[in-house]
């Protein structure tokens, strides 16, 4: 019986599909896996055409609706159909007829070029591969037919109309060779139309007509990647593990191109891909991505890094989908990050990939309610405080410590606690306050140290633990046991943890192979923690991935957002050591962030209202967007102002509701409640000096130096977090004189 395949292509058209549209494409696709080929062309219902002047005689389109057209992919063995697009029927059959899909000979994937808009600007080399049969001569019209509203090239990407570019000096590619390129993939046909290109932004404009694991190869070259490093790093995932590509097994390249292509068994398979437009991250994923989180083995723990928006968190929920499918009979699997509000909204995501009886072999909590379970578990009556930096500055001042007020608690929880130090010997070894700069002599350590010791016999007298206590307790009880709670860890957001819950962690999995699986980026570090992975016993040597393609953010939003972080370069994870430089690749495109200095916060305000007004009127729904505010004050004045306005709005406390609550209103929340999340439109109100940033948060410098300039950069990074969760349209507005942050 034949096969059905989707493309990822079809996923936001479904979206706009009617009910009854839906039911009968859902008929429609059993008809394709159930009846042969020859019944189906049969069909008096779907009337299969084939596109007499099209440029792939592979290519068919058949009915769905009156108003609607689907197109597929019929490989002549007809084993498996590949449904490509679903368009109204004015556009589908010009659109098909466009369009030619070829099996890459490097790396075995199915690839599609809108080959009537490339026609002209590709030279007819002797080398080309012969046209299809049934293709069309060479389209007229230059501009890449189906690029992206406003971004393709007026003319012809610098290359004459109705004929091939003659290769010209200065070009995008010159240092590559044709051999270089023909190893990575690129075709003759492709080879020669690069040749003519100038810069990234013309190859950028060419992204929809270009086969996309081609296109993929070329920005890699373009952004100035090594032909070896495009052969290792955009290549190498995608080749076939085992066998050589054969160019005309398209029924092959159609199940091997699982970066955007399904194979689905059943009618639920169909509904569940089709109706996921935005949770095309259960299905499709990079090979890169796949790659991680599906490899068997891992000596030990691995770690992958990347920027705002590049699937760390898709891959994380892949990877315990992996393990839970691979665990141990009595085995568990814990799944954790650094918020209530981020733990709820994991499994959400969860529950979407796995089945439940694999669900019930997870375990998603927040590392502090990890610790306090262990620790609840040997001592019930223990609780958890809140109040430990007020405790802290209470007894700096009964033991006449003549620091500034948070100096005591910025002792315990970077320098004792941080170090894991139990004795005074330990904490007047010279190497204990390495990188503090506030110097301290031995006689003050000492009187450091016994007013910390208090501060500690005083929680565990009262049984109220800070979290520090707490996490402490919990890793000494649980590196007492022999059996671990846990057989493989996950962890997202690792960027904000304290070493003393990395402790914690470490001491909650048996070391070995594939025990901790580490997802973060450093730019996104939020909370005063900065941590070693070697010195917590956590060794990534030669286990840290880097992604680098962003699917969240259009390139605009995300160049701007950059700025906020100009010059700085911030460690790599768990590492005292610079990250590697490494460009992250935007998906989409759209239109600039808007930025807006108001007068005072009363206009500010107002302006604020009319843009989510207009993105409301836009067709946004309520719940894809998102007010986000520095302060608790400023997010209630904006939710009461949104009110008045008769615009639905809603304070979101992550803490307390799963982000689902209010889908039926505009968003408002803190810029530390939107971290993890993401929303069609994001409006960062009140950038103002005074709140960005917000001194009080901020470790004096008299306390430490570094500290302070650590607290500086994770408001700054405060800022990028809030910015970075736009999908597509970011505002930013700010009264009186604006964050010295914003670029
Ligand atoms: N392979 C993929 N195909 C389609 N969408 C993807 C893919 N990978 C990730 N996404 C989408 O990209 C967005 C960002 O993914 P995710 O939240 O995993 O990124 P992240 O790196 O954890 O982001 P951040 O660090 O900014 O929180 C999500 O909407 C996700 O569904």
Redesign the pocket.
Known sequence: MPQLAIDATCLPQYDKLDGPTRERLRAVTRKFREMSWESLLAHPDLRIRRLPHGQDPRIRTFRLSDTWTGVMLAPESGETFLLVHLLPKESAESWAADQRHDVNSVMGTLERRDAAALAPVVPAEPSAPPRPAGAAPAATDPAPAGAAAGTAPSGTAGAPAGGAPAPEPGGLFDRVTDRELERLGVDPEIRGFCRSLKDAAELRAWRPALPQDQYEVLSALAEGHSVQRVLQEVVAPRRPRIGAVATDDYDTAIRHTR?RVIVVGDDQEVEDVLAGE????RV???PK?RDLAYRAHFSGPAKVS?G????????ALHRVKFLAEHLPLDGRVLLTSFTNALVESLKRNLALLLPDELLDDVDVVTTDKLALDVVKEARPDVRLRTDTRGLFANIARQHRLDFPPDFLYSEYRHVVMAQGIGTLEGYLDPDARRGRTAPLDTDRRRAVWHAISEARARMRTGRALAAEEIHAEAARLLAERSEKPYTNLVV??AQDLHPMQWRTLRAAVAHGPNDMFI?G?NR?RIYDNTVSFKQLGIGVVGRSYP?RVN??TTEEILTWADGIMRGRVPNELGEAAPEPPGSVRCVLSGPPPEVHGAADEPDELDALAERVRGWLAEGIAPGDVCVTTRTNRLRDSVAAHLRARSLPAAIFNPGRHSVTDEAGSVRVTTMHGV??L?FRAVAVTGATAAALPLMDHVTSPDIDENQHRADLDAQRSLLYVAC?RARERLYVSWHGEPSPFLP
């Open positions: 970066e935005f949770n095309a991250w499709f994923l990079h991505q990347g705002p928006g590049t699937g760390k968190t898709v891959v997202d957001e997802t980026d996104q992604l699917y969240r971290k993890g993401e970075t």
